[in-house]
């Protein structure tokens, strides 16, 4: 579902109220967990990254909203939690934000932030340092 916006805040504004709460409060967690993280909207929703590469972004769509992790090889590390999840290869799909799911993507974003350099998608050559 594409969101004509120019950032974030704009972005969040143009959502239903409940899903604004919810995709806003995974905004919210990624720059706690990631305080160094670039956010921005270069894949059409709020896209964070590390080194210079996008990491992660959270979106809404028609039917759902998703976490998107860049290094979706990182995701097999969660293979066992994510069973109940409807999922892409990249995206964790979810309609309600329960405390269950926050949870576990608080995981997910831990790990996967700090293991991305070990992903086979990372490309070092490409990674440069945005401050």
Not at 18 to 31: G, Q, T
């Amino acid at each position: 579902m594409k969101i004509d916006a120019n950032n974030v805040k704009e972005y969040l504004a143009a959502l239903p109220e409940d899903r604004s709460k919810a995709v806003a409060k995974l905004c919210r967690m990624v720059r706690q967990i990631w305080p160094k993280a670039i956010e921005d909207l270069s894949t059409g929703m709020p896209t964070y990254h590390l080194d210079g590469q996008a990491f992660c972004a959270v979106g809404n769509q028609k039917n759902f909203m998703a976490l998107y992790i860049m290094p979706h090889d990182l995701l097999n590390a969660f293979n066992k939690d994510l069973k109940a999840y409807d999922r892409g290869r990249s995206c964790i799909r979810f309609r309600r934000l329960e405390e269950e799911t926050i949870i576990l993507f608080e995981r997910i974003l831990k790990y996967t932030g700090s293991k991305f350099p070990d992903s086979r998608f990372y490309d070092p050559t490409s990674a440069r340092s945005r401050n």
